[in-house]
């Protein structure tokens, strides 16, 4: 190539994978390391993408099957917030377009913070429909966690504007629901639509204890989401549980 090593740099940014395909056998034939070295760096990324796709296409297995048996509109489901000490549990459910393709979509659990919140923003955006759950520590204190988390997916179905034909859960099946449920176990990790609301779950429920942490900064919600870390527990021993936290997860642990 006659081109300057920058002139090339530039010139590879955009370009599609197909294109890339035809340039990169002649970068790592060039005479100048630098040109080389930013072909093998392009080699490399199209691999890493080339697997990403797979792995995110064995992911549409379920739905694909779901699919085949008649069930079009699918929402995968799942949850946030079980453990913790303190806040609500979450659940989402979320519909996906077809052909929907995002690099990262996986269980929020795998997730940074910072992907998690960029993912969350392109699944709303691409989402056929979606919905929100939350049930409070109140009632999860009253009924129990198991029926709270029930509680909540059975809201954020009752919050889609579409009405699904099939309920993809992570290893759960609502009690009381008429539609067709298939639960998966790790679903998170196996349906995309099922790591999509898990994503949304996460998110959501992350941004509610952020505002939480405002009101209560001696918890230190913004930092341990109200999950039982030792720092966590040393607050609640010195100043006692707030309104938000659960009785019932802390009698163990109060002082």
Do not use: W
């Not at 994503?199 to 204890?209: C, E, G, L, T």
């Amino acid at each position: 190539m006659d081109l300057k090593y920058e002139e090339i740099k530039s010139y590879t940014k955009g370009l599609s994978r197909e294109r890339l395909l035809e340039i990169i056998p002649r970068l790592l034939e060039d005479e100048r390391s630098t040109v080389r070295a930013l072909g093998k760096k392009l080699q490399n990324r199209i691999k890493k993408e080339a697997k990403e796709y797979e792995r995110i296409n064995r992911m549409k297995e379920i739905e694909r099957g779901l699919k085949q048996e008649g069930y079009i509109l699918i929402a995968g489901i799942d949850e946030a917030g079980r453990g913790p000490l303190a806040g609500p549990v979450a659940a989402a459910a979320v519909i996906l377009p077809e052909g929907f393709y995002e690099q990262g979509v996986n269980d929020s659990k795998k997730l940074s913070p910072q992907r998690r919140e960029y993912l969350y923003h392109k699944i709303i955006e691409k989402a056929v429909d979606y919905g929100l759950g939350m049930v409070d520590s109140h009632e999860i204190d009253r009924t129990n966690i198991l029926r709270a988390t029930y509680r909540a997916a059975a809201m954020a179905v009752d919050k889609l504007s579409k009405r699904p034909d099939c309920l993809l859960l992570d290893a759960i099946v609502l009690p009381g629901c008429d539609l067709f449920q298939k639960s998966v176990i790790k679903g998170d990790c196996k349906c995309l639509s099922v790591a999509a609301a898990s994503i949304i779950a996460k998110v959501s429920r992350d941004r509610f204890m952020d505002d939480l942490h405002k009101r209560y900064p001696q918890y230190n919600f913004s930092q341990n989401k109200g999950y039982g870390t030792r720092e966590h527990i040393g607050a609640i021993i010195k100043h006692g549980p707030c309104p938000f936290h659960r009785d019932t997860f802390i009698q163990s642990i109060r002082g």
